[in-house]
């Protein structure tokens, strides 16, 4: 593990065919309530919960530990009662009015770029504990994840999509744990959104290398969890 960092995990639900949300995105969630209990156990293993700005809006998440039962087990591994909340937006484009802001429950931390507007980061800075300015025109995620170990104390980041953060992720080596459910559902759709969407591997070379550790079915669903394999120097 890299102590300069936090330990990744990524968290995804995904159709058979390996979408995370129907073409026109109206359908977001559609996972059991199996798989709505296993995200807020993950979540309870956690110093700090991420995703990116547009899945927050379009899931109304509020990124929080999920009720006292989990509450009560955070509090028993020994962390905080409440999650750390991380916005992902290059440029610093999330609705003031986003669920998120409307729930004082923990601090909720931004990273964004140099291209986030003066006009939307003051819209912003009332509703933000802290403000991390990681990146030109993208967010280095490397900058970003030492300055959340750094300030925040975070050891454990439990990132939530959608598929352009993941992406990112990945094509930085800095995703450590992979927890996908795949759901017995067929989306369909060229233009319905995948987990790991944006810039991907241009090369079978670049591609992100993993070990399947556990796998579990529950009902018509399968758990599953991967390791990252060491990425080779380039």
């Given at each position: 593990?890299n102590?300069?960092?936090?330990?990744?995990?990524?968290?995804?639900?995904?159709?058979?065919?390996?979408?995370?949300?129907?073409?026109?995105?109206?359908?977001?969630t559609?996972?059991?309530?199996r798989d709505?209990?296993?995200?807020?156990?993950?979540?309870?293993?956690?110093?700090?919960?991420?995703?990116?700005?547009?899945?927050?809006?379009?899931?109304?998440?509020?990124?929080?530990?999920?009720?006292?039962?989990f509450?009560?087990?955070?509090?028993?591994?020994?962390?905080?009662?409440?999650?750390?909340?991380?916005?992902?937006?290059?440029?610093?484009?999330?609705?003031?009015?986003?669920?998120?802001?409307?729930?004082?429950?923990?601090?909720?931390?931004l990273?964004?770029t140099?291209?986030a507007?003066?006009?939307?980061?003051?819209?912003?800075?009332?509703?933000?504990?802290?403000?991390?300015?990681?990146?030109?025109r993208e967010?280095?995620?490397?900058?970003?994840?030492?300055?959340?170990?750094?300030?925040w104390?975070?050891?454990?980041?439990?990132?939530?999509?959608?598929?352009e953060?993941?992406?990112?992720?990945?094509?930085?080596?800095?995703?450590?744990?992979?927890?996908?459910?795949?759901?017995?559902?067929?989306?369909?759709?060229?233009?319905?959104p995948?987990?790991?969407?944006?810039?991907?591997?241009?090369?079978?070379?670049?591609?992100?290398?993993?070990?399947?550790?556990?796998?579990k079915?529950?009902?018509?669903?399968?758990?599953?969890?991967?390791?990252?394999?060491?990425?080779?120097?380039?």
């Open positions: 593990m102590a300069a960092r936090p330990f990744v995990l990524v968290n995804m639900a995904m159709t058979a065919d390996g979408k995370i949300a129907t073409a026109n995105r109206a359908v977001t559609f996972g059991s309530p709505l209990q296993h995200l807020y156990a993950l979540r309870a293993t956690a110093d700090a919960v991420m995703a990116g700005a547009r899945t927050i809006e379009e899931t109304n998440a509020k990124l929080g530990p999920g009720g006292a039962r509450q009560r087990l955070r509090l028993r591994r020994g962390l905080a009662e409440f999650n750390l909340r991380v916005i992902a937006s290059g440029s610093a484009s999330i609705d003031p009015g986003a669920a998120i802001f409307r729930h004082r429950i923990s601090p909720i931390i990273l964004t140099q291209r507007t003066t006009r939307k980061l003051c819209r912003l800075q009332t509703l933000l504990d802290d403000l991390a300015i990681c990146g030109e967010i280095d995620f490397s900058m970003a994840l030492r300055h959340l170990r750094k300030k104390n975070v050891r454990r980041l439990l990132c939530e999509g959608g598929g953060l993941n992406d990112a992720l990945f094509r930085a080596g800095l995703v450590d744990e992979l927890h996908l459910t795949i759901c017995p559902k067929i989306f369909g759709g060229d233009w319905a995948t987990i790991a969407d944006g810039r991907g591997a241009a090369r079978l070379a670049d591609a992100a290398e993993l070990k399947l550790i556990s796998s079915r529950v009902g018509d669903e399968m758990f599953l969890v991967f390791r990252a394999r060491p990425q080779p120097s380039k």
